[in-house]
């Protein structure tokens, strides 16, 4: 049975004319391993950084595409225990998941609920995570309290929008344009503002000058001096993403004369620090909640891996409506 990969030989500006869906032999499974179909994997941001170079670690090449996806255990190998044939399983991350059959160790895979949306998990290791640590790891927050982000109707953003609902915390959401407003409403956005030099005087109109202790950056340049700017005087910025390409600009002013604090997170040390008991009890709530339909984000379309080049164009195209995924056929 041929397989298919998205491969890549060489790292470049337009990651799109790089990728492309190469057959090879479909891999026997060995001791402890297991035969996995791809079923679907999401083409994220860090992917696409991946493929340019710019990201904080990256494969040797020639590599396979993908960090994230779920599949579906097709064969075992000898001396498996704990997994069946049919199994919907979580990919480990960063395994190259752009393919449509690969091995894995049975020990690496997390056991998934059969009747969940697999489009849903397949987005489940990455952002939803992160969206809940931003909540939780940078400054301690109480039922009632703002917070504001920006790229608000990213799928981190949106995630971020469900996940502090449930807190019972209130979210100011910042977009860039004025189409993506009604989507952060509908998840849920308690308010959701159009990105500009006002940002501060509107944000403190529309929440009575309420004080403001924990600002999300996923754009950085400018965008994060306006989420200073909003935030109570010793309020810190949380920069997780580089969309706009730019350094993360904060005046003087706002360090200086008002302590506001920048800082960064990234999932990946989250991941080298946290026991596993922590990581369990994240993913396992995060699970439940997918499964349950509580959280979710939206996608804006699904292409079959042997078009793994006109997908990552799409990705890498903004004003998109949701995520990208790539799924076996
Ligand atoms: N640090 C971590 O551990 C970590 C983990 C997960 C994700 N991330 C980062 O989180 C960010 C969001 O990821 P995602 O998967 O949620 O993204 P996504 O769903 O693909 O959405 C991308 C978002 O970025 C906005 N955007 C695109 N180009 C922009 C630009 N030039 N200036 C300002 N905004 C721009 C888009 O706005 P439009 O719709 O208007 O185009 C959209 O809101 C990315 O930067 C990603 O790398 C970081």
């Known amino acids: 049975m041929p397989s298919i990969k998205a491969q890549y030989a060489e ?17 026997e ?5 297991v035969l996995v179909d791809m079923l679907a994997a999401p083409i994220n941001p860090s ?59 049975a020990r690496d895979l997390v056991p998934l609920p059969g009747q969940a949306d697999p489009l849903q998990l397949a987005m489940l290791t990455i952002n939803p995570p992160t969206a809940a640590l931003l909540l939780s790891e940078v400054v301690d927050l109480e039922p009632g309290d ?27 959401n910042v977009v860039r344009r004025a189409s993506a407003v009604a989507a952060v409403k509908q998840q849920g956005g308690d308010l959701v503002l159009v990105d500009g030099p006002d940002l501060a005087d509107q944000v403190a109109k529309a ?5 403001i202790r924990l600002a999300i950056d996923a754009v950085g340049g400018e965008s994060t001096e306006r989420l200073a700017a909003c ?7 949380v920069n997780y993403g580089m969309m706009s390409g730019d350094p993360c600009q904060v005046s003087p002013g706002q360090l200086i004369f008002r302590g506001i604090t920048l800082t960064g997170f990234w999932l990946a ?24 339909g509580k959280l979710s984000a939206p996608i804006a379309a ?13 990705a890498s195209q903004g004003e998109r409506e949701g995520k990208i995924l790539l799924t076996a056929e």
Do not use: M
């Open 29 to 33: 499974p060995g001791p402890g391993e």
């Open 146 to 172: 703002w917070v504001i982000q920006n790229a608000a109707n990213s799928a981190v953003g949106g995630y971020l929008v469900q996940l502090a609902a449930e807190r019972g915390l209130k979210t100011v």
């Open 11 to 27: 790292r470049g500006s337009d990651p799109h004319q790089l990728i492309q869906a190469v057959s090879f032999d479909t891999p």
């Open 207 to 211: 929440t009575g000058k309420a004080k």
């Open 47 to 105: 992917d696409l950084l991946t493929l340019t170079g710019d990201y904080g670690v990256l494969p040797d090449l020639p590599a396979i595409g993908g960090n994230e996806g779920v599949g579906k255990v097709s064969k075992l190998g000898p001396e498996v225990s704990g997994l069946e044939i049919g199994q919907i399983v979580l990919l480990p991350i960063g395994c190259g998941t752009w393919c449509s059959h690969l091995t894995a160790a």
């Open 302 to 314: 699904t292409y079959p891996l042997a078009q793994v080049s006109a997908a990552v164009l799409a």
């Open 231 to 237: 935030l109570a005087s010793g309020g810190t910025v």
């Open 269 to 292: 040390s989250w991941f080298r620090q946290a026991s596993q008991q922590q990581q369990q009890q994240l993913f396992g709530d995060l699970i439940g909640k997918i499964a349950a």
